[in-house]
């Protein structure tokens, strides 16, 4: 299985150099250097607007570019993040091995690496977003003896000159086929290029949202990915991104991973799928069903779904999109299929079925059961989240649920298997808590619940303090109301985001 998984990878360094992502060393990095002529190298990481930062290297010796892999570089902290004082700026950056590929759009052979930030003792930087996100990790294991493996939906808007020849109706494009969908190339060219980069990817597809706006027109995709650990969800997700900015910028087009382009039209979200994982087995499911730890577990994220926000709904456009028939959360419940709940459990290959041999009678070969698909779906993140922060908080949430003594009750009392907007289920939405209505609020939520972050350090006192200073900042408490009917407003808002991080 490893064997076949190695051969098959997309990944050039994993064919190559025969071995698992995971697994590769600073030989190995060398090694591939060296036998593919590679001219350059990238450190790549993330500073506190939440973008990839670059620095280059020419390689110019096996001394020098062993020198580089094994010590790092400094960089100047103060001008990636407010946090860090001009009096005592340099940091320095750490490349981790496994994050390596191959630049795709390099005009030279070039590798890229993905870095974690360290202070001038030595240690991790406390307030690092990546780091941050591993000790998070290490505790959860620590308390559940749970890994939690997570997967994103990856939504995106493509806006470029109108393609009249073949329109789809407004707001029906989801997975339609070429040619009523015009940028599926692009998709399909990202698809390949992120699998390269170290990617897995599950599916791709047109997504629901497509519009015209006189000459141009806006087009919707998704690209979803695999599970797998929480730390490697986010280094995809942020590659993923890059590239498709990469691509945008390739075919003179625009891609925005804003939550809302315009108002009435189909919002991108970035719905985040989790798993219980021991001993490198799901353990969502007992017996058939959804096991007791799944619920307790979504119990934890309704129940700091109100401060999650912070992290994944970072703009004032991200409560344009958390609204009400729009499939899109706005109360904290959970069910099964269910697109208008907070927390939903998708379909999982649970039962054992028949389905691919009524499909297919000519098979006759045994169809094996393939146990461990299921998910579960936290509705909503969008394209403006803070990747590494958010995903800490999602196991910090996760953990709370697995550890909370009422947790199974709380799942039990916030279940529904109803539509809660629908007129004859009023007397259910009534009672349901609601998400925040703007980054003001969001920030309030924080601040009441800070101290599930900060417990045991995970989160510090300042990256709290930090979120909390910027959702204020917005002003905007009653923006909702302040914007209805403002066309051209909302339009120059939306136009202020668009390319949020």
């Not at 299985?1 to 600073?26: C, H, I, Y």
């Not at 750490?94 to 974690?116: G, H, Q």
């Not at 620590?142 to 493996?149: I, V």
């Not at 979504?298 to 700091?304: C, E, F, Q, V, Y």
Request: with cysteine.
């Amino acid at each position: 299985m490893r064997d076949r998984e190695v051969l098959m990878n997309p990944n050039r360094l994993v064919r190559q150099l025969k071995k698992p992502a995971s697994e590769f060393t600073k030989y190995d990095i060398i090694r591939f250097i060296d036998e593919n002529d590679i001219e350059l190298l990238n450190f790549k990481y993330v500073g506190e607007d939440g973008k990839l930062k670059t620095l280059n290297f020419v390689i110019t010796s096996k001394d020098y570019l062993d020198s580089v892999l094994s010590t790092g570089e400094r960089v100047d902290g103060s001008s990636l993040f407010s946090f860090v004082d001009a009096d005592r700026s340099d940091l320095y950056v750490i490349p981790r091995f496994k994050t390596a590929f191959v630049d795709p759009f390099a005009e030279r052979p070039t590798l890229n690496i993905l870095c974690s930030f360290y202070t001038a003792d030595g240690e991790p930087l406390e307030s690092a977003p990546e780091y941050i996100l591993k000790k998070a990790m290490v505790k959860f294991k620590k308390e559940t003896g749970y890994e939690l493996y997570a997967m994103g939906e990856l939504e995106y808007y493509v806006s470029g000159e109108k393609d009249s020849l073949f329109q789809p109706p407004p707001q029906k494009g989801y997975q339609t086929s070429a040619p009523f969908t015009h940028w599926e190339h692009l998709r399909i060219e990202a698809m390949q290029l992120i699998a390269q980069s170290g990617g897995k990817i599950k599916y791709g597809h047109s997504e629901v949202g497509n519009f015209s706006d006189g000459e141009k027109e806006y087009e919707q995709h998704e690209i979803e990915f695999m599970p797998v650990s929480a730390d490697d969800a986010v280094d995809q997700l942020l590659v993923a991104k890059w590239i498709l900015r990469m691509l945008g910028q390739k075919y003179g087009v625009q891609i925005s991973f804003a939550p809302k382009i315009t108002v009435g039209n189909a919002g991108s979200g970035l719905h985040i799928h989790m798993m219980l994982v021991k001993d490198g087995e799901n353990k969502m499911i007992d017996d058939f069903r959804l096991s007791d730890d799944a619920k307790r577990m979504i119990a934890g994220l309704l129940d700091l779904a109100q401060p999650l926000t912070a992290f994944g709904n970072t703009v004032p456009v991200s409560y344009l999109r958390l609204v009400p028939h729009q499939e899109a959360p706005t109360k904290i419940c959970w069910g099964d299929t269910n697109r208008s709940v907070l927390v939903r459990v998708p379909l999982g290959w649970v039962a054992e079925t028949n389905m691919i041999k009524d499909a297919n009678p000519q098979e006759t070969s045994k169809i094996p059961y393939i146990p461990g698909k299921q998910t579960v779906e936290f509705r909503v993140p969008d394209g403006s989240a803070d990747l590494y922060h958010l995903m800490a908080g999602i196991i910090i949430a996760a953990d709370k649920g697995l550890t909370d003594k009422n947790s199974l009750k709380r799942a039990e009392e916030l279940y529904v298997n109803v539509n809660i907007f629908a007129e004859e289920n009023k007397h259910i939405l009534d009672k349901l808590e609601s998400l925040p209505q703007s980054c003001w609020e969001s920030a309030e939520f924080l601040e009441q619940y800070r101290n599930y972050f900060e417990k045991d350090k995970i989160f510090p006192k300042g990256t709290i303090d930090r979120f909390i200073k910027q959702l204020k900042s917005y002003n905007d408490k009653d923006l909702s109301e302040r914007l209805y009917g403002k066309k051209e407003e909302i339009r120059k808002l939306v136009e202020n985001y668009i390319h949020c991080s």
